[in-house]
């Protein structure tokens, strides 16, 4: 059976599964589309043997699981594409109600650090689906991520005070953030260590496709939505998939954050899986 | 939103998808892997644009579908992947018990009307999963298809009748017979012509690839088989993607024989979408 690897369906992961159908991975993989929220409970379940998810929940699993060495969605500064977006300025959030989009795990969990140990406010936080309007007619502040978040980076009212998460991590703790890893299951890893390389291998290659190819993949993006080339190519430069030993330094620091806020119960190591060169 | 092309995950389809990954054309449709008694259903309620769909669930469903005019399932001879297998020589089943998979709507009643109009015995018909020594223990004949069919038609029991219903069909009828054709809900082919025409493009470039390097796909589905580069080889050769018109003609003789045998209320015209060159 052909290794069976998760995909998030994107724009963070468009440039990767460009690279991946340019470098004809899908003759070698069985690609599974689905939403973020779902892989982390289909790799647990055995349905997927490698997938991305959420870094909080990986932490929150990392008994069983491995992550893959090179490869995470992760910025060094702006991202774009994670944004809080408040009426106020966000240190005058204290006691104020903050809306967190429903389709976020990490991103949540980054909010309430930034909140909290940065800005140091204690808001009232309440989950909802990620409709602006809807937020802040109910709330002062507005946490939304991927697609949503990217379409209001682009075009908001400019009454409202926007916040880039990965902006902001990056100034207060010099760190790169680290968003989603690619997770193997850890029996997956040591009985099918030679399928696990190959696909390490695949997604390696396939990232250096798309490094390569930053401006076609732009021109491709923009073919299905309505914003202009140029919107795509800066989002991808700030996109960046690089897990190398800083990024994971990030990781430990937002892992050590989240459990400061009670957010985690216990900072798992984290766990590198073998990969043969 | 890009057009969502149903695709099965089957042996016979494999040619199909490698021609589609070296092309390239996961970047411009939506691919959605499903089981083909499934995808019926999918393309009716609006959740795929373009599907394969078994030759006589296109005929129940014609008032509402059109179909792409370069692509079908088909055979000229035999089909390696539709097999009777009985204990006794088939024109003996007179009163016997026939064993259909459920996995199969076009090929069951291939099935029936070889047997009753071709062959002109009567036996009982029974449904079952796919599982020949269990079909053998219940009934004297068993129809398998798909991977199960070719497994059974490279390795099976000598002391067991084996006939290729393609062959049968061409044999008797001296016509091409038709499996599966891409259907296409016919609102869809008529406000998107435009994405409709691109469809049936890539499905074409992607059949002139796989005719072209049929030896590559033979060793690639090799791989994850237990079956010999050859035996795929000889698969791929007798498995036809053809339908121009006596391809239809083989098509609309099956309809009127299914039609004959009380399998289909009504034989509709074959109407073929229009797809500017």
């Known amino acids: 059976m052909r290794p069976r690897l998760g995909h998030i369906q994107f724009l963070n992961c468009l440039p990767l599964y460009y690279g991946l159908v340019k470098n004809d991975v899908l003759l070698d993989v069985d690609l599974v589309q689905a939403a973020p929220k779902d892989l982390t409970r289909m790799l647990l379940d055995g349905k997927l043997d490698i997938a991305p998810i959420p870094a909080i929940e990986y932490a929150r699993n990392a008994k069983d699981l491995v992550l893959l ?6 910025s060094e500064g702006e991202v774009q594409s994670i944004l809080l977006l408040s009426k106020v300025p966000v240190d005058e959030l204290d006691g104020a109600r903050v809306a967190l989009t429903d389709t976020s795990r990490t991103s949540q969990v980054l909010a309430r650090v930034l909140l909290q140990n940065h800005w140091e406010v204690t808001p009232e936080y309440v989950e909802m689906p990620p409709d602006l309007p809807a937020m802040l007619r109910d709330a002062d502040a507005a946490l939304l991520i991927g697609d949503e978040a990217l379409r209001a980076y682009w075009e908001h009212d400019e009454n409202l005070h926007a916040y880039d998460l990965g902006d902001v991590w ?3 703790t010099g760190l790169p953030m680290v968003y989603a890893v690619w997770a ?40 299905w939505e309505s914003f202009p080339v140029g919107h795509f190519r800066s989002y991808f430069d700030a996109l960046q998939f690089r897990f190398e030993p800083r990024y994971r330094e990030g990781l430990a620091r937002y892992l050590s954050e989240a459990h400061n806020i009670e957010q985690l119960e216990t900072i798992p190591r984290i766990e590198i899986a073998e990969v043969s060169t």
């Open 170 to 172: 990056t100034q207060w």
């Open 184 to 223: 193997v299951r850890r029996d997956y890893a040591e009985n099918e260590a030679g399928a696990l390389s190959s696909v390490a291998h695949a997604l390696s290659g396939s990232l250096a496709y798309c490094r390569a190819n930053l401006d076609d993949i732009a021109e491709y993006a923009a073919r």
């Open 69 to 74: 060495p090179d490869i995470a969605i992760s």
